[in-house]
């Protein structure tokens, strides 16, 4: 069964860095488009960044662009976002998720497959 397993997270000083990671199994995964997404108490789920399956589009949302980085290894089943110059408004649960037709690429709703979500805390 195709499950999506993020790792990476945890508690770091505002400045700090982070390097999240999220596992695939199954082999459509590999062409499959990803992108990860994250969801502060009381808020709704925001789109941080998102790559094409072969990695030729990619699109970050405004508040993280410049500091964070989206990645993927397609050999590995792997997608990355490096976050670095973390704030403490990037504190959230964040989420990769994966489909292989994503007409509107920052709307949650387009995505089947979710991994189970890692905690980021920033601490100012």
């Known amino acids: 069964q195709e499950q999506l397993v993020e790792s990476g997270g945890g508690l770091v000083q505002a400045g700090g860095s982070l390097r999240l990671s999220c596992a695939s199994t199954g082999p459509t995964f590999s062409t499959y488009h990803k992108a990860w997404f994250r969801q502060a108490p009381g808020k709704e789920r925001e789109f941080v960044a998102f790559?094409?399956?072969?990695?030729?589009?990619?699109y970050y949302a405004d508040s993280v662009k410049g500091r964070f980085t989206i990645s993927r290894d397609n050999a590995k089943n792997t997608l990355y976002l490096q976050m670095n110059s973390l704030e403490p408004a990037d504190t959230a649960v964040y989420y990769c998720?994966?489909?292989?037709?994503?007409?509107?690429?920052?709307?949650?709703?387009?995505?089947?497959?979710w991994g189970q979500g890692t905690q980021v805390t920033v601490s100012s």
């Open positions: 998720a994966a489909d292989n037709i994503v007409p509107t690429y920052y709307d949650p709703a387009q995505y089947t497959y």
């Open positions: 790559m094409s399956w072969k990695g030729g589009n990619i």
